[in-house]
């Protein structure tokens, strides 16, 4: 890294602020067994037995190791692209993705906001057809590029969502022209590799092969639409690189960033301690989206794992259960005498607290390397192999079988239910969480309803909670929901929306397929032995009649 680059990222390698109490020796103590068992050289050896002795998901996937350099190159051609875009007359983005894809650009968008100039970005990973006619009506189909982004390149939700898309805009600019309004993300080879071509994207970018997708931040994945929106793609990925370096093998274990958050994050889980209560400043809001499909999705198997805790409202601290650790995040001028209060509440009630400071925005960068090197870690103390996810395609499977039964019958997906969240929640016991499951258009509106609602759960019964939007959180923290500790009570949140939308060659409209996701994510649960509860509201406005049963 040159001088230059090490002044533009003057990141925090250590956290600002730690209180673990009685936990810190239990930290320390296998700090030290991480050192004797050399396992931060085996893990840049690419040593897959560091968690398993099966190499599976583990050999091809140690590409985000090294990821800030192998990208360093590309970032003037990056650069290059999105100023062409921004020539051009484009004046919006839209992100077709899902999961590890799309998260990672849903968090930028969040924390950085819209930068003057630059084309305006849209994150579409959502199947809700109310959803989807809300992104249509925001853009001017002739002035947006739309970015197709999946890994595999099969993804579902993607691949609709263009079939869609791309009818309107042959309808708005020509059947000549409409390819160029399109660009692909993917792995060398997939079909959205080959359709890119052969259907006349605008460029098709084809991304390291050795990385899982929400290990793929750093990647095109990210970088590309963050270049596009007029993020300094070379700023962020300096950042990652300085954390990077702190966390190679010459660097003592101790002192490696990476190495003491995964260690503090399993020894906690180990003691109890196994809900991630992340806590941001407002304008690192976003960030939680991104950690918490990292989190839930490397370490939720095998009846283990670390449950993530983001966008939570806060509580009085006596309040909370005996099963947090909190980990705040904030940023450098943005005084918050809310965040403060509340930390120093926290640890006088006995809870471990750990405070990071970013200096600005740009540190994220170094924040996805950290809590990357953090998953990995944590992965070994735990005893789990952190780079597969084998119980997400359960709940594809269950769709499958929805969407077959409705191409058979005409039946929709069966989501009429008449359960009861007080009843769900009488199960609850100390070290539970409820997961609410919303299949519905993500508003500020439902947000606010969705946090007072969270709130009162918090007060009634002490136990954590989380908050996910469907079909999103299935890419995010199905798999710990299916395989992760048996302490989840899951709530689905279904309205009667009428909105739909036909899909071009398909089947089945919009409306049929969400619904399909739906019952057989419920299905997916149900088979799993997990406390289920499903919920159809007439409109979101009836979110209070949720609150009213804890009254």
């Known amino acids: 890294m040159t001088a230059s680059e090490l002044v533009l990222c003057a990141v925090r390698l250590t956290p600002d602020h730690v209180n673990l109490g009685s936990y810190q020796q239990s930290v320390d103590g296998v700090i030290a067994k991480l050192n004797?068992?050399?396992?931060?050289?085996?893990?840049?050896e690419a040593d897959h037995t560091v968690w398993s002795h099966d190499p599976t998901e583990i050999?091809?996937?140690?590409?985000?190791?090294?990821?800030?350099?192998?990208m360093r190159p590309q970032l003037r051609n990056i650069q290059r692209f999105a100023s062409e875009v921004a020539a051009d007359g484009i004046q919006h983005v839209v992100l077709l993705g899902m999961g590890g894809s799309s998260l990672g650009t849903e968090t930028l968008k969040r924390c950085f906001g819209p930068i003057d100039g630059a084309p305006a970005l849209q994150v579409l990973d959502s199947t809700i057809p109310a959803a989807v006619k809300a992104t249509r009506d925001a853009v001017d189909l002739s002035t947006t590029l739309f970015i197709v982004s999946s890994k595999s390149?099969?993804?579902?939700?993607?691949?609709?969502?263009?079939?869609?898309?791309r009818g309107l805009v042959d309808a708005a600019v020509g059947t000549e022209e409409s390819g160029s309004r399109f660009v692909a993300i993917t792995d060398a080879g997939t079909s959205l590799d080959v359709m890119g071509t052969d259907q006349g994207f605008r460029e098709v970018f084809r991304n390291p092969e050795d990385l899982g997708g929400r290990y793929s931040v750093l990647s095109y994945f990210g970088l590309i639409p963050a270049a596009i929106s007029g993020i300094d793609t070379s700023e962020l990925s300096a950042s990652a690189r300085a954390i990077e370096e702190a966390c190679e093998p010459h660097i003592a274990t101790g002192n490696n960033p990476g190495v003491w958050l995964g260690a503090t994050l399993a020894s906690l889980a180990g003691s109890g301690r196994d809900k991630l209560t992340l806590v941001t400043s407002p304008p690192l809001a976003g960030f939680g989206l991104w950690v918490e499909q990292l989190i839930a999705e490397s370490l939720g198997k095998d009846a283990r794992g670390i449950v993530p805790i983001t966008g939570e409202p806060l509580v009085e601290a006596n309040a909370y259960g005996d099963d947090?650790?909190?980990?705040?995040?904030?940023l450098a001028g943005d005084e918050s005498r809310e965040l403060d209060t509340a930390q120093s509440n926290l640890e006088a009630a006995g809870h471990p607290v750990v405070v990071y400071t970013l200096d600005d925005l740009y540190a994220l960068g170094g924040e996805?390397?950290?809590?990357?090197?953090?998953?990995?870690i944590a992965g070994r103390v735990m005893g789990v192999q952190p780079f597969n996810q084998p119980n997400v395609q359960q709940a594809k499977d269950f769709t499958d079988a929805e969407l077959a039964r409705f191409l058979e019958s005409g039946d929709s997906p069966n989501n009429m239910a008449f359960d009861s969240l007080a009843m769900l929640l009488n199960s609850a016991k100390p070290g539970d969480y409820l997961a609410i499951l919303a299949y519905i258009e993500e508003t500020d509106e439902s947000n606010r309803m969705f946090e007072s609602l969270r709130h009162k759960v918090i007060e009634r019964t002490g136990i954590a909670t989380t908050l996910g939007y469907g079909p999103r959180y299935l890419h995010c923290t199905g798999q710990l929901h299916k395989a992760g500790p048996v302490s989840g009570l899951f709530l689905e949140v279904t309205t009667g929306d009428s909105n739909d939308v036909d899909l071009p060659g398909e089947p089945y409209s919009l409306k049929v397929l969400a619904d399909?996701?739906?019952?057989g994510d419920g299905s997916a649960l149900r088979a799993a032995n997990r406390r289920f509860a499903?919920?159809?509201l007439e409109n979101v406005s009836d979110l209070h009649s949720l609150e009213q049963e804890l009254e």
Request: hydrophobic share 50%; net charge positive.
């Open 36 to 44: 004797a068992d050399r396992i931060v050289q085996r893990i840049w």
């Open 59 to 70: 050999s091809d996937r140690m590409g985000w190791l090294t990821l800030p350099d192998t």
């Open 153 to 165: 390149g099969s993804t579902i939700e993607p691949n609709v969502l263009y079939r869609y898309f």
């Open 324 to 330: 947090r650790l909190f980990v705040f995040l904030k």
């Open 368 to 376: 996805f390397y950290r809590w990357e090197f953090a998953a990995a």
């Open 516 to 519: 399909a996701q739906s019952a």
């Open 534 to 536: 499903r919920v159809v």
